[in-house]
């Protein structure tokens, strides 16, 4: 590793704070470094905020070492007066003359021109250190930006034997297959994405409420699939507590607040775009699918998915609801007290 990369992986860990609270902007770090060693470093923390060139750059004590000091970012830094002035003319305005950058910024109103703007200022620029590192660090970012879709993770949690539900249940609640630490882990996983999709049988069946009440941070954005409006009002997706997206045939009236709003789709043979174009309509960026069978098998079948994160429990059901079954790369195995946790990447 060379010393470019050594201080673009710390740009990245920084970048890793803000999980889960800058959308929808990306995640990015920053470090600023005089005679090889740190005096400045920041990142972004939530969208309306300071970004996290500007947190690095006003961590230095010394402001008059800016001028012979190098400034890494993860991401290219932005051009454009959004919610905040543009982290380019700032390195601009206090003399930095180096600038090591990650990786471009695909969205449309930078993509190159804060690089352009660095280099006409006289700025000398090093682009594409740890890229691909950089690109994983905002895969829902890029996936948004370029594919025009959210980024897709498929997630349910089976048996010993393939199954990921019994065939009868007593009561209409979860049957629990994996312990409290991956339901705990579930949480935190949904506390990281903006959207959460689930289909009408696994509402009916399991009432979930779909919300991070085990893990701190905001409730994603329920997506629900309900073709035919069968789910009645005393179920907890429609306690309107969180915003709730209905794909439904015939749009209703929505309750007051806005907190429900129901959305049409055709429900043709390709479900899984239509899904796909809501969400990005909505600006989601991302969305955890978390079921039933046929939901998750939908988007396996369309080959619309980029991760997938299957738990295996100790039981067994001898019968029931098939677990999905999927095919892509595996990328990482994990036991969290004796579940196992595997993660697939779509091939």
Known sequence: MNIHEKYIKRCIELAQNGLGTTYPNPMVGSVI???NKIIGEGWHKKAGEPHAEVNAINSVKDQSLLKHAIIYVSLEPCSHFGKTPPCSDLIIAKGIKKVIIGTMDPFAKVAGRGIKKLMDAG???NVGILEEECLELNKRFFTFQKKQRPYIILKWAQTQDGFIAPEKKDKKRPVWITNKYSGQLVHKWRSEETA???????????NPSL?????TGSNPVRIIIDQNLKISKDHSVLDEKQKTVVLCKKKTTGSEDGNIIF???????NISQEICDVLHKYDL???IIEGGSNTLQQFIKAGLWDEARVLTGSSYFQSGVKAPEISGIPVAEKNISGDLLKIYKND
């Open 33 to 35: 470094v005089y005679k």
């Open 211 to 215: 919300n991070v009440r085990k893990w």
């Open 285 to 287: 960026q991302s969305v």
């Open 263 to 269: 959305e049409e789709i055709e429900f043709s043979e």
């Open 196 to 206: 959460i999709l689930v289909g009408t049988n696994t509402v009916i069946e399991d």
């Open 123 to 125: 700025c000398e620029v």
